[in-house]
């Protein structure tokens, strides 16, 4: 994010041009692994090494896979689950214009990326899937904004499963020149220059890079910012209900569900859930209860 601010003082008029980094990239020299490899100056590592001043998959900066795959695949280590607001993929364009004419675009299209907590993209979401553009419209660098928390971002493409559109490539390839990937190095913390505290009641601490709001909350709590359950609810998110059965009917526990202040007549158990028969002797000693002073 750039910026300019305008300072006047004492008559003059000074112009300062400033360079804020709102995230930082979190695979700058982290550890890549890819499923193919071309040539050992074409290696994983090479698309998050900080150089992309040559987009030429075979130039000693971009990372390229093999010939003649049918899946490409290829994946960042963090080093830890961080909390992911975009990213930003430099693809290799041979040094020409990037365009319809230029035939990577046709390498590139029909690309997937996984954020997981294990190398198993599987195991992770989807944050995003090309299935829209054509070699006429797919950008590059292309910036993606994922705002999810994970340890390994994997970028996947193949052509596993024709027929595909024309403009496919008939095989799939990794032509990476770079791969960053923007948020908050520190789990716990949100906003642009990542000083926001998450919500204390976010499930292992984790929220949204952007607004703050949980993944998901801890047993007791509910709602973007992880607060307490409303009244007449309990449990994990909130979604059970007292039982309407207690001494006073829809409070409970909001961690256990059981009953505050016993149960209604005819009622027993920790939640009020059993039902009895009353004989004569029942309504004569609850009636004897009452009237003890």
């Given at each position: 994010?750039?910026?300019?601010?305008?300072?006047?003082?004492?008559?003059?008029?000074?112009?300062?041009?400033?360079?804020?980094?709102?995230?930082?990239?979190?695979?700058?020299?982290?550890?890549?692994?890819?499923?193919?490899?071309?040539?050992s100056?074409?290696?994983?590592?090479?698309?998050?090494?900080?150089?992309?001043?040559?987009?030429?998959?075979?130039?000693?900066?971009?990372?390229?896979s093999d010939?003649?795959?049918?899946?490409?695949?290829?994946?960042?280590?963090?080093?830890?689950v961080?909390?992911?607001?975009?990213?930003?993929?430099?693809?290799?364009?041979?040094?020409?214009?990037?365009?319809?004419?230029?035939?990577?675009?046709?390498?590139?299209?029909?690309?997937?990326?996984?954020?997981?907590?294990?190398?198993?993209k599987?195991?992770?979401?989807?944050?995003?899937?090309?299935?829209?553009?054509?070699?006429?419209?797919?950008?590059?660098?292309?910036?993606?904004?994922?705002?999810?928390?994970?340890?390994?971002?994997?970028?996947?493409?193949d052509?596993?499963?024709?027929?595909?559109?024309?403009?496919?490539?008939?095989?799939?390839?990794?032509?990476?020149?770079?791969?960053?990937?923007?948020g908050?190095?520190?789990?716990?913390?949100?906003?642009?220059?990542?000083?926001?505290?998450?919500?204390q009641?976010?499930?292992?601490?984790y929220?949204?890079?952007?607004?703050?709001n949980?993944?998901?909350?801890?047993h007791?709590?509910?709602?973007?910012?992880?607060?307490?359950?409303?009244?007449?609810?309990?449990?994990?998110?909130?979604l059970?209900?007292c039982?309407?059965?207690?001494?006073?009917?829809?409070?409970?526990?909001?961690?256990t569900?059981?009953?505050?202040?016993?149960?209604?007549?005819?009622?027993?158990?920790?939640?009020?859930?059993?039902?009895?028969?009353?004989?004569?002797?029942?309504?004569?000693?609850?009636?004897?209860?009452?009237?003890?002073?």
């Open positions: 994010m750039t910026g300019m601010v305008l300072l006047v003082c004492c008559g003059w008029t000074v112009l300062l041009c400033l360079s804020v980094q709102a995230y930082e990239n979190l695979a700058l020299h982290k550890p890549a692994w890819q499923n193919s490899t071309y040539r100056y074409t290696g994983a590592e090479r698309a998050v090494d900080g150089q992309y001043s040559n987009l030429h998959s075979r130039g000693g900066q971009c990372a390229a010939l003649v795959q049918t899946t490409a695949e290829w994946r960042v280590d963090l080093g830890a961080r909390s992911i607001h975009h990213i930003v993929i430099q693809y290799a364009t041979g040094n020409i214009v990037w365009g319809e004419n230029n035939l990577r675009t046709s390498t590139f299209l029909g690309f997937s990326v996984y954020i997981s907590n294990t190398t198993n599987e195991d992770g979401v989807l944050c995003f899937r090309d299935i829209n553009y054509t070699r006429a419209t797919i950008p590059n660098p292309v910036n993606i904004s994922c705002p999810y928390h994970g340890r390994y971002v994997i970028y996947y493409n052509r596993t499963h024709p027929p595909y559109p024309e403009w496919y490539s008939k095989y799939a390839w990794i032509e990476l020149c770079e791969v960053e990937v923007y908050c190095p520190s789990p716990g913390y949100y906003g642009e220059n990542c000083s926001l505290e998450c919500p009641n976010c499930q292992d601490g929220c949204d890079a952007v607004e703050g949980c993944f998901g909350c801890t007791r709590y509910i709602g973007p910012n992880c607060r307490d359950c409303p009244e007449r609810l309990y449990g994990r998110n909130c059970q209900h039982s309407m059965t207690c001494g006073d009917p829809g409070k409970c526990d909001i961690m569900g059981h009953c505050n202040g016993g149960c209604q007549v005819g009622w027993t158990g920790s939640m009020c859930e059993k039902g009895y028969h009353l004989t004569i002797n029942d309504i004569h000693e609850n009636v004897h209860v009452l009237k003890t002073p």
